[in-house]
C-alpha cells in the first residue's frame, strides 16, 4: 500500500521560508514520479514541482519557478520542497503525490497522480 505522509507547513511572514517533507513508503525508488501539489478551497488544485524518473525531468509551475526546490532522497524515501521568498498567495493546502513513471513531471503535475498524501497546510501572511 502506497502512503505518503506530509510535514513542515506552518504559519510564516512573506519573504521567510519552508522546508516540506514527503515520508514515502510502499512502491519502489527505483522508478516513479513524484511531486507536489497545493489547493486553496475554491480554486483549482495546482501541480506545484514535480519529477518522474521517466526522462529524468523536473517540472515547476510559472507561479513557483526560482523560489522552490524539490529534492529527493532516495536513501530515506522522503521528498522535500524548499520554499523560498514566500508570498500569501503561496497560502494552500500542499499535498504530496506519487504514481508509476509513465509520462514526464509535466504531465503529471498538469494532471495530477494516482496516489495522495493527505495534506500540510501553508500559511504566509503579510
Known amino acids: 500500500e502506497v502512503q505518503l505522509v506530509e510535514s513542515g507547513g506552518g504559519l510564516v511572514q512573506a519573504e521567510e521560508s519552508l522546508k516540506l517533507s514527503c515520508a514515502a513508503s510502499?512502491?519502489?525508488?527505483?522508478?516513479?514520479?513524484i511531486g507536489w501539489f497545493r489547493q486553496v478551497p475554491g480554486k483549482e488544485r495546482e501541480g506545484v514541482s514535480c519529477f518522474s524518473t521517466m526522462d529524468d525531468s523536473t517540472y515547476y509551475s510559472d507561479s513557483v519557478k526560482g523560489r522552490f526546490t524539490i529534492s529527493i532522497d532516495n536513501a530515506k524515501r522522503t521528498v522535500h520542497l524548499q520554499m523560498n521568498s514566500l508570498k500569501p498567495e503561496d497560502t494552500a493546502v500542499y499535498y504530496c503525490?506519487?504514481?508509476?513513471?509513465?509520462?514526464?513531471?509535466?504531465?503529471?503535475?498538469?494532471?495530477?497522480?494516482?496516489?495522495w498524501g493527505k495534506g500540510t497546510l501553508v500559511t504566509v501572511s503579510s
Open positions: 510502499g512502491f519502489t525508488f527505483d522508478a516513479y514520479s
Open positions: 503525490a506519487s504514481d508509476l513513471p509513465y509520462y514526464s513531471a509535466s504531465y503529471y503535475c498538469s494532471t495530477g497522480m494516482q496516489y
